[in-house]
């Protein structure tokens, strides 16, 4: 299993499915090349927050940690222009970077949507989606440092993710 892919299921709106693979979530995730102990030891807290809960409460939660909280949207490009014209670029130059990888996006999310930019990264190689992801660090911490304020245990992820979207991850 790719962190990337597994970050982007764990950041999708919480369904019956994901409650029901969350016990093999952890061994997979140790069988991970991809991953360090600190990024291992973290996922594993998450995951056992999230069975410690109804899927009512993860929903109940979800909705207000990303759907009713503007600082904390899942939508990259909103925290750089908000509603501003200049978004519908960024929408369209990402898409076409997904075409041009032979992605295509099914279903009815913008391309900015993070859990949809994170199972594009998990076709990259590390390298790869380390220069990729680099591109939106700042909006990144941006939103990992808003889930932190908030309390919310989906900061563990995006600090996760933010940790992974940074060129000095190349240079070691």
Known sequence: ???????????????????????EIPEKLAQCVDIDDAELIALCEFIDHLAGKTLTE?????????????????????????????????????????????????????????????EFTAYLDDNEAMVFLSDANKVLKVLADNLKKAGSPYATLLSIIEGRATLTRLAA
Do not use: C, W
Not at 1 to 23: A, C, G, N, R, T
Not at 62 to 70: H, I, K, S
Not at 72 to 82: E, N, P, R, V
């Open 58 to 118: 993860l929903q109940q939660d979800y909705v207000q940690t990303f759907d009713l909280t503007a600082e904390h949207s899942l939508h990259l490009t909103h925290h750089l222009f908000g509603d501003d014209k200049n978004r519908g670029p960024a929408l369209i130059d990402l898409g076409e970077l997904y075409k041009d990888y032979g992605v295509e996006v099914v279903g009815n999310e913008l391309p900015d949507y993070l859990p949809l930019i994170l």
């Open 1 to 23: 299993m790719q962190i990337y892919k597994l970050m982007s299921v764990l950041l999708e709106y919480p369904d019956q499915e994901l409650i029901d693979h969350l016990p």
